[in-house]
């Protein structure tokens, strides 16, 4: 994400989305009521003359003001799409006041104006900002001859697979094996070939089949096994990669590991909640009453409730106090186990 300009007197700020993880945070920054102004599209319809029934129109581009309704970020599409009142735009090409949706686009300015930008809000956008510039990261977990692949992006991981690779065990031939495992890892190196800026690797697994990959890493793909380490898991599959994600591996590659701390301190969240311990509450009251204790060691906060106001309210008292903040995304795992709990939790220094 880059800052393209910021008034701070009028409350625009223009934002440059550059990836996948930037059209997500739009979704989180962008709300209803707010101007959001983007280059769009749209097919014009020649009013001059008689119009042939197979005339579709000329597209012409320009940019438009709506005045947001409802926001909606499609993860795996990877298309934002906020739709509102037209407000601003040439009056001869579009009807003021009628609806339009935006696409908002990679490499496409986006200007959001606001009444107010909460902290919160400047935060975010100051994470994305850094974010960018952090190495992603990717983890291979390999079990016999299926393989699964998770990118971690800022919102959660994205996963691949499994690639399955066909190879038969004892009853095939010694040589024919072979060729069928190369192939198999061909298959996962195309996979690999696929992403951009990945810096750090873990591959994975509960076998042996993660050191023969490495292997055929450091004799055919050396740059590859350069940014690699290994490590063992009690599972494969989609379980295998959480697994990874929970032991911190992530961040000391001193790659995006984000997701990893969020998933770990969830986890911390949920072992306390088993232990019966006086030392962690969820439920907005609760924890409200909490942080105005000045009891909250560290607040996990769904990003759904970033925008409510009480919450934002429980969010500033607890930093104020000596508190952190940490906002969970919902799309992984661990932001689904915060949701189960109200999508509000807190690590206490004492109990109240």
């Not at 945070?25 to 319809?45: F, K, N, V, Y």
């Not at 597209?59 to 499609?74: A, P």
């Not at 697979?161 to 024919?176: D, E």
């Not at 104020?320 to 940490?326: A, C, F, H, Q, R």
């Amino acid at each position: 994400m880059r800052i393209v300009h910021q008034d701070t007197k009028k409350g625009i700020i223009e934002l440059l989305p550059e990836t996948l993880d930037d059209l997500w945070h739009l979704s989180h920054l962008i709300e209803p009521g707010d101007l959001l102004s983007a280059r769009t599209t749209r097919r014009i319809q020649d009013t001059t003359g008689e119009r042939l029934r197979s005339d579709r129109g000329i597209k012409k581009t320009f940019f438009m003001g709506i005045r947001v309704d409802s926001i909606n970020f499609h993860r795996y599409t990877g298309k934002l799409r906020a739709t509102g009142v037209i407000e601003k735009g040439p009056e001869d090409l579009v009807p003021l006041g009628s609806h339009h949706t935006l696409d908002l686009k990679l490499k496409n300015p986006v200007k959001i104006q606001k009444e107010k930008w909460s902290r919160w809000h400047l935060q975010r956008i100051k994470d994305a900002v850094e974010a960018s510039k952090i190495p992603k990261a990717l983890v291979v977990v390999i079990e016999d001859d299926n393989a699964d692949l998770g990118i971690l992006r800022q919102y959660g991981v994205e996963y691949y697979g499994p690639i399955v690779g066909g190879v038969s065990g004892k009853r095939m031939v010694q040589k024919n094996r072979q060729q069928v495992i190369e192939k198999f890892y061909d298959q996962i190196m195309e996979t690999i070939g696929t992403f951009e800026g990945i810096e750090g690797i873990v591959i994975a697994g509960p076998g042996f089949g993660k050191n023969d990959f490495y292997k055929y890493l450091e004799e055919k793909h050396k740059e590859i096994s350069k940014k690699a380490i290994l490590e063992s898991t009690g599972a494969g599959g989609r379980a295998g990669i959480r697994e990874v994600l929970q032991k911190g591996l992530l961040e000391d590659m001193a790659t995006e590991g984000r997701i990893a701390e969020e998933m770990r301190v969830m986890t911390e969240v949920l072992q306390e909640i088993g232990k019966t311990s006086n030392l962690v509450t969820y439920g907005k009251k609760e924890v409200e009453i909490a942080a105005q204790a000045g009891a909250v060691e560290q607040l996990l906060v769904i990003d759904k409730l970033v925008r409510e106001p009480d919450v934002e309210k429980i969010m500033n008292t607890t930093e104020n106090l000596g508190g952190k903040v940490m906002v969970i995304s919902s799309e992984h795992e661990g932001g689904k186990q915060l949701q189960a709990l109200g999508g509000i939790a807190a690590l206490l220094r004492y109990s109240v």
